[in-house]
């Protein structure tokens, strides 16, 4: 099975999903951020360049969990639609 090629549209998202997730680990250490997630130190360094642009759904859960992020917040920031905080949906 081959896998498609990411549109520009995926690669954008990528592309925040990782500024976002860089933004919220500050100033702690990739070391510490992907051995709290479970993840490798490459996996998140990948991810928040974009070279990941499209990284499992487990994996994000766990990074938004050790950042205190939700994923309502990560979805509308990499949707590049923010979504506004206690908003009735």
Not at 49 to 70: K, Q
Not at 81 to 87: K, N, R
């Amino acid at each position: 099975m081959v896998r498609e090629p990411l549109t520009p549209v995926q690669l954008e998202r990528g592309r925040r999903l990782g500024e976002r997730l860089r933004a919220a680990r500050g100033t702690t250490s990739m070391a510490t951020v992907a051995g709290d997630a479970g993840i490798s130190v490459e996996t998140l360094r990948k991810i928040e360049t974009g070279r990941i642009a499209t990284p499992a759904f487990f994996t994000v859960t766990a990074l938004a969990r050790v950042l205190g992020l939700s994923l309502d917040d990560l979805a509308g920031d990499a949707a590049g639609d923010p979504v506004e905080h206690g908003a009735a949906s």
